[in-house]
Structure formats: structure tokens, C-alpha cells
RNA sequence: UGGAGUGUAGCUCAGUCGGCAGAGCAAGUGGCUGUUAACCACUGGGUCGGGGGUUCGAAUCCCUCCACUCCAGCCA
């Protein structure tokens, strides 16, 4: 079946044009002699309105009945629309139905909550919203993948399963193999995980961080993009249990490398949204947030602020605003001190650097000063952190050092220690939440309305 | 995981002081019409989230469980 994309024949199609299209029917409006059909395949936001004639055969027995969501394909010409909305249209010579929607199909031509759709994960692309999400993040991970190819950076798949126990994000998926109602038991009475699949107990990767950082270490750059798993019990609208994470890692790059890659990166994406998917990004300016398109204009054109955490820490004391939570120099930033900076100081996105070394990882830089790292994150408004990086601690003996003072094991490190002992150099790096890229993006509210099909407590259905 | 809120027709919601279960949309039937979430009329459609309690009587008050949403934490 040769059928055309409705986006092409909308936006390369003349009157007298002969096409074929295929798709599912949005709603159907009877006229006297003819019905009007309007059919989405999914290319692009717009649907095509058909014309189906009295006249053709399956007139009275099929298109007449045509419900919403019911599945078709149109032969005709293209032809001057003389109504409203529309600049063409298509005149049916015949009109396939491949299925016709019974009445409890649960879309209906109206909006729905998206929490509704998200219990029908299996039919909410079919809606504009989504539909729209799914290309636009379609669009996104293309566009990554240019910035970073464009850039010499090398795209590593970094595995998904790992028996490195602590890696310090966060609660991890045990993987086994073993029969968990009766497991086999070392002489403690302990489950024996040398009996499992991978002799030691496996998890699935909460990053691909120090895998990228060997990588780095001989292609010099290096980037991964794959998808990560968090076992936290979290609830918000901007966590998932498994979501995709943008990790580049570069040999010879400090920190202010590392910003400057950074920054540069989320405009890029931002831009190329705009460029490129100008329909989508129209949709969600009129339905989803009406100042969008001036947000992301104002992102791409914007200069990020930067600000050492210590300096962000007298802002925030010198602010005339009652937090919830005390700013005090050595505690972590809190959401509500983190939309501050973005959302009211500067107005923009900001990155705060040097971070006190208790809140931050054992990898991290440290500072001459003794109490700061070279860690950054980027904060967006509204989404609060986008990214997350540093430069690593490249000195053998210093981080050494750190793990034996956070009473981490340096066996379980060997290799990672081993990468500073055979021709160490300083490397930097960072994380960027995919989704939350896309929540910046899109303007959603809640992060399981920007990916295909989200993973949080209790939800794991298609 | 803590705090707050919500749960009523397929969907979105209203339901007053505890007194016969409602509207719009969707579906079905008929009508009208180059329509635009088309329109008009009629028809069918209910475990009021589940369980328990108070009461002559509970969608409504109380207890409990479940689900979802938002805020916070964990972070990306």
C-alpha cells in the first residue's frame, strides 16, 4: 500500500494532486449529500479533512458510521477547501475501512485528563498531545546525538546490568536469576549470591557515568544514552523509576569546560525544537502553556548565569523571602531555594559550581580550599535541576583518599582507581534527565506525560 | 516515605441542611446542514472507589483500606 504522509501532503500539496493516505479517523460531520472525515495518521498535528461522497459505494453501509478512532485509508485529488480551518482538502475516489471503533472506544473528541490517558497507555499516542510529545522526543534524541557527533564525541552503550554495589545514587534493581521463594544460603544463613547468574549480587545501572569515564579516558570524548533505573520510592511529577540519561565525559576538560559544554548543549536542543518542530511547539503554546515558545525564545538567546554555591548561599540569606527550609552554607540546595535563583534572581537558567564536599559524590574535584568540589548543576526554571556534572578527581592518592574517608571499599573501586594510576588526566562530565529536557520543552507539568511509557511505585502496565 | 486534596454514567463534572441519582460530551434513532469539539430532538446508560459503622433513611456524617493528584524528600 503506497500511502503518503499527511505532513507532506499538507505541506507540499497542491489542488489536483493525486494521493493516498492512511490513518485513523478524529471525528466524522454528516453534510447533505457527503460527509466530512477527518483523518490523523500521527505525521503532524493537523488532520486531513476528507470528503466522502454519496456516491462512493461504501457510502450508506461504512462511512456514514464511521466513529472516532476507526482505522482508513483514502484514494482522491487534492482540492481547494472552501470552508474555514483548512487551505486543502482531500476528495475521496474510494474510501477503505479497515475497522470500524465500537462505541466504548475510550478516546473521545474532546480533552481528556491526563491522568485518564495514562491508564490507557496503549491508545494515548493516538491523542494531539501526545502524539506531539512522541515526536518532538523523537526529534530531541536526534538532535543530541548531532550535537555530541558533531563534536568528536564518541557514542558508548554503557551496560544496563552492574555488580559495582555503590555507586551512590540513590536504591538500585537487584538482578537475579535466583528462585526467590528458596534461594541458596551461605554459612550465615545469608543468601549466597555466588551462586547467582553473575557470581556476585547485579543491579541495574543507576548511571553510566564511570563506564563513560573509560571511555573517555581513550577516545578522549565520549557520551552515552541509555536508560537508567532508580528503585526510590518517589512521587512527584519530575521522577521516574526508569528514564533516559544524556552523559557525555571528556578527557582534558575542567569545569568551566564542562559548563561552557553544557550550556551549550541546552541551547542547542532548545533551538533545534524550535526549528524544527514549530507545529508541535505551536500546539503546546496554545494548550499546554501559552508562554512557552517566549520561554524557550528567551533560553536559546540568554546568556546562563553562574554562581559558586557559597555566593548563591548569601543571595539566598540576603533574600526577602521565608523559605521553608533554613540556607545554611554545607546543606544542600533545596527545590524551593533552587527555583529562587532560577526563577527570581536571574530570571534564567543559572548554574551553581563548587559545592561543599559532604553533599556531593566521592568522584568529585576537590578544591584547594579543603571544602568545596568542582561540581555544577545547571537549574532551569521551573523544572529546577536539568543537569547534573563535575570535573573527577583525577589524583590518585586524593581520591584514594576520599573513599577511605567516606568508609567506601577500594576494592570495589579497583578499576576505577586504576584509571588514575595508568595515565590519569583530568576529565569532566555531566548528566542530563531526558525527560526533564522534555518537560522543559514541551511544558508539561508531569514527567510520565514525556515518556513513551513510565515506570514509577506501583505502575508498570504496558 | 511524610503532608494536603480528590474519587459520582464510557469521558469531564454538579449534587445545597442526611430525604426519589443529575448535566454536558460520547453511543443509538430521527432531523438539518460546506461542516470545523458542527447543530436540534428523542432514547438507552449508575457497585456514588472497596469494606465497616451511625441513622427511620447515607453520594452526603464517622472509621478503615485502596487508587490517583499536588507539595516535600531522594535526584536527573
Same mark, same amino acid.
Given at each position: 500500500? $503506497?500511502?503518503?504522509? !499527511? ?14 493516505? @492512511? ?16 483523518? $490523523? ?16 459505494? $461504501? ?24 470552508? =474555514? ?44 498531545? !501526545? ?22 564525541? @564518541? ?17 538500585? &534493581? ?18 549466597? %549470591?555466588? =551462586?547467582? &547468574?553473575?557470581? =556476585? ?44 540519561? !544524556? ?56 546568556? %546562563? @548565569? ?41 530570571? =534564567? ?76 588526566? *583530568? ?23 514525556? !515518556?513513551? %511509557?513510565?515506570?514509577? *511505585? ?5
Amino acid at each position: 500500500m $503506497n500511502t503518503g504522509r !499527511i505532513s507532506t501532503v499538507l505541506r507540499n500539496g497542491k489542488a489536483g494532486d493525486a494521493v493516498t493516505i @492512511a490513518g485513523w479517523v478524529r471525528t466524522r460531520r454528516d453534510a447533505k449529500t457527503f460527509s466530512f472525515v477527518e483523518v $490523523n495518521d500521527g505525521s503532524c498535528v493537523a488532520s486531513l479533512q476528507v470528503i466522502a461522497d454519496q456516491s462512493l459505494p $461504501n457510502y450508506q453501509a461504512d462511512i456514514v458510521k464511521l466513529t472516532t478512532g476507526s482505522a482508513v485509508a483514502c484514494r482522491g485529488v487534492l482540492a481547494v477547501s472552501p470552508g =474555514k480551518g483548512q487551505a486543502l482538502e482531500l476528495r475521496a475516489a474510494s474510501f477503505t475501512v479497515f475497522s470500524m471503533a465500537p462505541s466504548d472506544f475510550p478516546l473521545q473528541k474532546k480533552r481528556h485528563s491526563f491522568e485518564y490517558l495514562r491508564e490507557i497507555g496503549h491508545l494515548r499516542p493516538r491523542t494531539n498531545s !501526545i502524539a506531539a510529545v512522541a515526536r518532538l522526543r523523537n526529534s530531541m534524541s536526534f538532535a543530541a546525538h548531532t550535537f555530541f557527533q558533531e563534536r568528536g564525541f @564518541a557514542y558508548v552503550h554503557t551496560p544496563i546490568i552492574g555488580t559495582s554495589d555503590c555507586e551512590g545514587a540513590g536504591e538500585m &534493581f537487584r538482578v537475579t536469576t535466583l528462585p526467590p521463594d528458596n534461594p541458596p544460603r551461605d554459612e550465615n544463613g545469608g543468601v549466597d %549470591f555466588t =551462586k547467582d &547468574f553473575f557470581g =556476585k549480587k547485579a543491579s541495574l545501572t543507576v548511571s553510566g557515568q564511570l563506564e563513560a569515564e573509560i571511555y573517555a579516558l581513550s577516545l578522549s570524548r565520549a557520551y552515552t544514552f541509555g536508560p537508567t533505573f532508580r528503585a526510590e520510592d518517589s512521587n512527584t511529577p519530575r521522577h521516574l523509576a526508569e528514564f533516559w540519561m !544524556i552523559e557525555p565525559e571528556a578527557a582534558f576538560f575542567d569545569l568551566d569546560d564542562d559548563m561552557a559544554l553544557a550550556e551549550e548543549f541546552v541551547k542547542y536542543l532548545v533551538r533545534h525544537a524550535l526549528d524544527k518542530n514549530q507545529d508541535d511547539l505551536a500546539f503546546f503554546n496554545e494548550r499546554i502553556d501559552t508562554s512557552l515558545l517566549a520561554t524557550l525564545s528567551a533560553i536559546a538567546e540568554s546568556e %546562563f @548565569a553562574r554562581v559558586s554555591y557559597t555566593d548563591a548561599i548569601t543571595i539566598l540569606e540576603k533574600a526577602n523571602e521565608s523559605f521553608d527550609f533554613k540556607v545554611a552554607w554545607g546543606s544542600d540546595l533545596q527545590t524551593e531555594h533552587e527555583r529562587y535563583l532560577a526563577e527570581t534572581t536571574f530570571g =534564567k537558567p543559572v548554574i551553581v559550581h563548587d559545592y561543599p564536599k559532604q553533599i556531593k559524590a566521592f568522584y568529585m574535584k576537590q578544591n584547594d580550599d579543603g571544602k568545596t568540589v568542582r561540581a555544577m548543576d545547571v537549574l532551569v526554571p521551573r523544572i529546577g535541576e536539568l543537569i547534573g556534572g563535575s570535573e573527577r578527581e583525577d589524583r590518585f592518592d586524593v581520591l584514594r583518599a576520599r573513599i577511605a574517608e567516606l568508609g567506601l571499599s577500594e576494592k570495589d573501586y579497583w578499576w576505577y582507581l586504576d584509571l588514575r594510576k595508568y595515565g590519569s588526566a *583530568p576529565h569532566a562530565g555531566f548528566g542530563l534527565g531526558f525527560e526533564r529536557l522534555m518537560l522543559l520543552v514541551t511544558g508539561l507539568q508531569n514527567i510520565r506525560e514525556v !515518556i513513551p %511509557f513510565p515506570r514509577w *511505585p506501583g505502575n508498570a502496565e504496558f
